[in-house]
């Protein structure tokens, strides 16, 4: 058995078939870690979601802000942006089944087994495993829950951007939706920045990445994670970063993360997108 991290797919559903051909994956022996965002933007969502499903138990799939958006669409019958390609998932026949599937995905997967955590975003650096663990499940809970279309309607918020043990109620559920799916950068104060999305040699000097934060406490499992394209692959410390950024011609990015040592493969992805348009 072998277990693999995937990079961010965005509705590409090819690239993800040659980078599985390639690595000899065996849904049957093998399991596939997705670290979120598995639509929009790229041409196959529809197909990428009906994939995945089909894996059961082979697939692992984390929530990204892309798939939280989607469900979002799908709950209060908003019209999609101008910039997403979803209208074939909405429209699909099969849309209720894999929405309802999607809408079942955890934000955060923890094996103790082999020692690594996968988030899409990050995690804060005042929270350490158990409670970084606490606030995913109580996200999951009301993501999950009869009353889910509530949590979608005041998602869309960028505070709170710090966090706190008294948050409450849709603070504290906000907080760690954007903390998880989002975020990037943080202030010298340990705040959240959603406006700098270049890489860290890029970014202005009050801004440092999540994972860089002084004084960081969770250093113990080692965390997969995605959502940062201009970031790509990057192994430092207890992290490593698996958006290569397939969507924008980059390349689909794969980790072997139970050998001793990480091996990494990659394919080249057709150039889906523009930055900016």
């Not at 980078?19 to 598995?38: A, N």
């Not at 390609?85 to 079942?104: I, M, P, S």
């Not at 955890?106 to 409670?131: C, E, N, R, S, Y």
Request: charged share 25%; net charge positive.
């Amino acid at each position: 058995m072998a277990i693999y991290a995937v990079g961010d797919l965005q509705g590409c559903l090819d690239p993800l078939l040659r980078l599985l051909k390639k690595i000899r994956f065996d849904p049957s022996t093998d399991q596939l870690w997705l670290v979120g965002d598995l639509v929009n933007r790229g041409p196959q969502s529809l197909e990428v979601l009906r994939y995945l499903r089909e894996l059961d138990k082979a697939a692992v799939c984390v929530l990204g802000n892309h798939d939280l958006h989607l469900l979002a669409l799908w709950a209060t019958r908003k019209p999609p942006k101008r910039s997403d390609t979803l209208n074939d998932v909405l429209a699909a026949a099969d849309a209720h089944e894999l929405l309802e599937w999607l809408r079942h995905r955890p934000l955060l997967h923890h094996d103790a087994t082999i020692g690594w955590l996968m988030v899409h975003a990050g995690l804060p650096p005042q929270w350490d495993l158990k409670l970084a663990k606490q606030c995913a499940a109580e996200v999951e809970l009301a993501l999950q829950g009869p009353d889910h279309k509530r949590l979608f309607k005041r998602m869309y918020a960028d505070s709170p951007k710090r966090w706190s043990p008294d948050l409450t109620g849709i603070e504290r559920l906000r907080f760690s939706l954007n903390a998880m799916t989002r975020m990037r950068y943080l202030t010298k104060k340990g705040e959240l920045d959603f406006a700098c999305k270049t890489a860290p040699d890029k970014a202005p000097p009050h801004l440092t990445p999540w994972f860089r934060f002084p004084g960081r406490r969770i250093m113990e499992p080692q965390i997969v994670f995605g959502h940062w394209s201009t970031l790509g692959l990057l192994r430092e410390s207890n992290i490593l970063a698996l958006d290569t950024g397939c969507l924008w011609g980059g390349k689909l990015t794969a980790a072997r993360l139970d050998a001793a040592e990480i091996s990494v493969q990659a394919v080249t992805c057709p150039h889906y997108k523009i930055p900016g348009n």
